[in-house]
């Protein structure tokens, strides 16, 4: 608000020198907001930075869909990472979403993507084989963290770990791996709508759409459907 050119616009009487200065007075205020809030997203991870630790976000994404692999992601960001944008994914559209993605693979220290197939989901719970993906996660990172920062799971690797509840809001690291961990699904999704069509697999991303339960009715079950989930159970009885 201090350049010389906007405060030649605070002081023009004319309408519309007033109105542009009150949109770039939005417009900035509205930068700031989003710095402040990334800013504080990073709370848990700068005492790690201050003692020269590394510290892995870990988040999942598919829990809840009737087909596809649950997919988890571990994300260590170097102390200089600078992309306020990044936040929880859910609060992103997926134009945000597809945009931070290579920032988020460019810029940050190391990224490990840990999946559990739908026959480990069949053959352990949908809780545990996300437990298992996302020790696969992390296991799989170039580089060892020294502490995890994960949403509001347990994982069984022997490192200290920070558990959050709804840590993609909480945590720029947190952010980053669901952001990474929603865009591979969804694109992994995409292709098994072209190897199995008629489901919406590209549009529902495996979840229960009614263009989902009426390709399962039409079609019956692929081999990447769960059938440990009742829908899915009720098209292999009508089968």
């Given amino acids: 608000m201090d ?10 009487p004319r309408k519309g020198a007033q109105q542009l200065y009150q949109q770039i007075q939005r417009r900035l205020a509205k930068q700031a907001a989003v710095e402040a809030a990334f800013q504080e997203r990073l709370h848990y991870e700068r005492p790690f930075w ?6 892995a976000g870990i988040d999942e994404v598919g829990r809840g869909p009737l087909a596809g692999p649950v997919v988890t992601c571990a994300v260590i960001l170097p102390p200089d990472f600078d992309v306020p944008l990044v936040n929880d994914s859910k609060q992103l559209t997926a134009k945000e979403r597809e945009r931070l993605y290579p920032i988020i693979l460019d810029r940050a220290e190391a990224v490990s993507i840990g999946a559990a197939s739908p026959q480990l989901i069949d053959q352990l719970n949908i809780y545990q084989a996300t437990r298992v993906a996302m020790q696969r996660a992390v296991l799989g990172l170039g580089v060892a963290p020294q502490e995890l920062i994960v949403d509001a799971m347990q994982i069984p690797v022997d490192l200290p ?23 591979f699904r969804d694109h992994l999704m995409a292709s098994y ?8 697999f590209a549009q529902n991303a495996g979840y229960g759409t ?18 440990s989930f ?10």
Avoid: C, F, W
């Fill in 193 to 200: 709508d072209r190897l199995y069509p008629g489901y919406g």
């Fill in 50 to 55: 201050s003692r020269g630790q590394r510290v």
């Fill in 161 to 183: 770990q920070i558990r959050l509840i709804k840590g993609d809001a909480k945590s720029a690291s947190v952010a980053a791996a669901s952001i990474v961990a929603k865009v």
């Fill in 3 to 12: 350049d010389p050119l906007v405060q030649t616009l605070a002081t023009d």
């Fill in 230 to 239: 009742a829908p899915v159970k009720k098209a292999m009885q009508i089968e």
């Fill in 210 to 227: 009614a263009e989902h339960l009426a390709g399962l009715a039409e079609r019956g079950i692929t081999p990447i459907h769960r059938k």
